[in-house]
């Protein structure tokens, strides 16, 4: 059973910077893709990046691409999300999952995502 817990949210300014880490536990098989997602304050949970596990390929929303960056530490089994000059809008509670399928076409979509962690909150002051 794979699990997922996230840390590093929390409360900064616009244009600060903040690191998600998700630590996971279990077994990864080579083509599960974990993906962060967001769901902010009376809005549907979208989608943010992903990567796949055995290729270490990367994708990413329109609206955080060149402000994101998405990595995997493979011996210590985390995924971490770097944000930079974070605005007021990238306020949301942040989830990491699993796409067993991991495929580029799936790996945008939360329907496509097995295991869920619990979420961390951040919050853009303006």
């Known amino acids: 059973q794979v699990q997922l817990v996230e840390s590093g949210g929390g409360l900064v300014q616009a244009g600060d910077s903040l690191t998600l880490s998700c630590a996971t536990s279990g077994v990864f098989y080579a083509n599960d893709a974990i993906g962060w997602f967001r769901q902010g304050p009376a809005k549907e949970r979208e989608f943010v990046a992903a990567?796949?596990?055995?290729?270490?390929?990367?994708i990413y929303a329109d609206s955080v691409k060149g402000r994101f960056t998405i990595s995997r530490d493979v011996p210590k089994e985390t995924v971490n999300l770097q944000m930079n000059n974070l605005k007021p809008e990238d306020t949301a509670i942040y989830y990491c999952?699993?796409?067993?399928?991991?495929?580029?076409?799936?790996?945008?979509?939360?329907?496509?995502?097995?295991?869920w962690g619990q979420g961390t909150q951040v919050t853009i002051s303006s």
């Open positions: 990567t796949r596990w055995r290729l270490g390929d990367k």
């Open positions: 999952a699993v796409d067993p399928t991991g495929t580029p076409t799936t790996m945008k979509n939360s329907d496509n995502y097995d295991y």
